[in-house]
């Protein structure tokens, strides 16, 4: 038995859903070893090379792990996969003896792999369109809400709280479509034997009515997922880097969404804030505190998992010839932790949006602020379109907002409207009671508001047909 007395993954209890942990549990795992045992069992009975009584007994068995018993013969045998079958068979007093008929022990790991990593996609698909169901609610809210667009992280001009959120949720809607592609790519070893020539298989089945490949087919037809034509010992397992690369790129677009909400809680922003419980604690030494643990958790994890693939990439890279061993022990841990990590991800994420406070006054300081300066572009293009130069227009304006930049910095004065005004350089070519009206930044959006609600129309559609 496991306890705090000892290390402890931090996934196996502090991050990722309990479904996830299940998924990669090392219950499950063997149930799904043991399914795949049966299913052997079951084609191989239909040809006669297994009795009705032997697999019954090992159905009636399937789901009754003990992992200590099997912990202990593998303290003897040094192997935990024949630990599993010799535990099996001690319970199975009339099947035990066909147990793993002509496998290897990666015909029944990494079939039992690839399930499970279908099942953890099909979960974190489920979780990532909940949080595009959020998006697609906050979008709509706040389509039209102007603030203040930021490049270079200085102010630039105005776009929508609903547009920005929207170009978020664009990346993960890219990002629920790799995901789903590398899910239907997926691929298990089938029934290939040591070095994937069927050779164990072929003898076998000598004299029955099945090929090996017919006997694959059979046997995957009741796993539910077809087998690679080819392979070595294992699956490629450029599989695995597919599989982690597609979380990796959704990891990119979390942490995005999450640094942004950072910075826009900072308090020169002020402009966001993640939900705060009552009773929650910022910091230990300074009460006031209101730290983004959130957002910074989501930034952790999504740095862990983008460091993944390329260990991936070097277990795909280095199995050499028809296979080593050398990609095992790190397997065990990177793929659960991909999985957890971006679990964990998704369901952080989708509170942190669904109880996103929006500071307007915050929104409103900050147009009031900048706004003007980013309104010059728009009296610079209609006093070109009025018969002035652009390029003398643009250096006009330009002295004058660095004027005015310096002075708001030093006395929180905002002189930029008056001074343009005063300036018959441009009101030659815009009245100054125009000049006022255009420098208003707040409705300078464009199409911004439709493109945004577009964006949430189509997560609508995705979230409906799912």
Known sequence: MFTHETYLSPFA?????????????????????????????????????????????????????????????????????????????????????????????????????????????????????????????????????????????????????????ACYAHDLLADHEALRAVRQTLRGKGFKGAVGTSAAYAQLLAGTSLTPQQFEAQVMQLLGIEALPVATQTYSRRQDWLVVSALAGMALTLHKVAFDVRLLQSPPFGEWQEPFAAAQIGSSAMPFKRNPINAENIDSLARLVAALPAVTWHNAANSLLERTLDDSANRRSVLPEAFLATDEMLRRLTRLLRGLQIDQDAIQQNLANYGAFAATERVLMEAARNGGDRQALHAVIREHSLNAWQAMRERGAHMLVESLCADVRLTDFVPPRRLRELMRADDYLGDAPQRARDIARAIRRLVDEA
């Open 13 to 165: 209890w502090r991050y990722g859903s309990p479904k996830m942990r299940y998924l990669w549990s090392e219950i499950y795992k063997r149930r799904l070893w043991r399914k795949i045992w049966v299913a052997l069992a079951e084609v191989q009975h239909r040809l006669g090379l297994v009795s009705a009584e032997q697999l019954a007994d090992l159905r009636a068995h399937q789901d009754r792990v003990d992992i200590e018993r099997a912990h202990a013969i593998e303290a003897e045998i040094h192997h935990d996969l024949m630990a599993e079958i010799k535990c099996y068979a001690e319970q199975c007093a009339i099947g035990g003896g066909i147990i793993h008929l002509g496998a290897t022990s990666a015909d029944i790991e990494d079939n039992a792999d690839i399930l499970r990593m279908r099942e953890s996609l099909d979960l974190i698909l489920e979780q990532l369109r909940e949080l595009l169901r959020v998006f697609a609610e906050r979008i709509e809210q706040t389509a039209e809400l102007p603030t203040i667009g930021f490049t270079h992280l200085q102010p630039a001009e105005p776009t929508t709280v609903g547009y920005r959120l």
